[in-house]
């Protein structure tokens, strides 16, 4: 089993582009979330999924977008890149809810200009 | 929303001491788990709680389940230039809510 992997591992973006995240996972778990890492600010919650075809916001979720349209894939989106979203995004997976461990992905380290 | 204080934030250590974190919360969780972020990857889960007062150790790790269930800690023992790494709590609750971390400890080990 590969686990959680996130492509792509890193991406330099101009202010104002887009660009989309993926997250698959292939443990058949239920969950996916997706989340941002900060120096100082640990891991905050963008948007998280409880199942294909279902999302939830979560903290921070303004600027970004996901989807769910197959169990094994959580996209990230983000439409209008702002140098606020410079950060090190992870994708988690669990198999079930609130109480199950998560899975994190290795990252991906996007810087916007 | 629910929130975790973690602490301390950071700590420079010499290697071979004994290490000692915690994680309080306002309010109860029924899990409590501890991850490891080495430098460059994902976190990495160390120890699972689900009992209050419940103790549990993974090699020189020690963690503990609070008794009121709003706070755990973690020990390392012994500790070694691998240890290196942040340090975070989180706590969950039955249902679909996700869990909730702490900000982390930012762990340095001085050779």
């Known amino acids: 089993n590969a686990g959680v992997t996130q492509t792509p591992k890193f991406r330099v973006l101009k202010t104002g582009q887009s660009m989309t995240l993926l997250c698959a996972q292939d443990?058949?778990?239920?969950?996916m979330y997706w989340y941002r890492q900060d120096p100082g600010m640990g891991l905050r919650l963008i948007h998280y999924s409880v199942g294909e075809g279902t999302t939830a916001k979560g903290e921070v979720p303004d600027g970004y977008n996901v989807s769910r349209l197959k169990k094994q894939n959580f996209l990230l989106g983000l439409e209008s890149a702002a140098p606020s979203q410079t950060s090190v995004y992870f994708c988690?997976?669990?198999?079930?809810?609130?109480?199950?461990?998560?899975?994190f992905g290795p990252g991906t380290r996007l810087t916007v200009l | 929303g629910q929130q975790l204080n973690q602490s301390p934030q950071s700590m420079f250590i010499q290697e071979g001491e004994d290490v000692s974190m915690n994680c309080t919360s306002s309010s109860i969780f029924n899990t409590w788990l501890w991850y490891k972020q080495d430098p460059g990857e994902g976190p990495v889960l160390l120890i699972a709680?689900?009992?209050?007062?419940e103790l549990t150790s993974n090699g020189r790790l020690t963690a503990q389940f609070g008794i009121t269930r709003k706070d755990s800690f973690l020990n390392i023992s012994a500790s070694i230039p691998s240890d290196v790494g942040i340090y975070f709590c989180?706590?969950?609750?039955?249902?679909?809510?996700?869990?909730?971390f702490g900000k982390g400890t930012r762990l340095s080990v001085i050779a």
């Open positions: 709680l689900y009992k209050a007062g």
């Open positions: 988690a997976s669990t198999p079930t809810g609130g109480t199950d461990t998560q899975y």
């Open positions: 443990m058949n778990h239920e969950y």
């Open positions: 989180a706590g969950g609750n039955s249902g679909n809510t996700p869990l909730v």
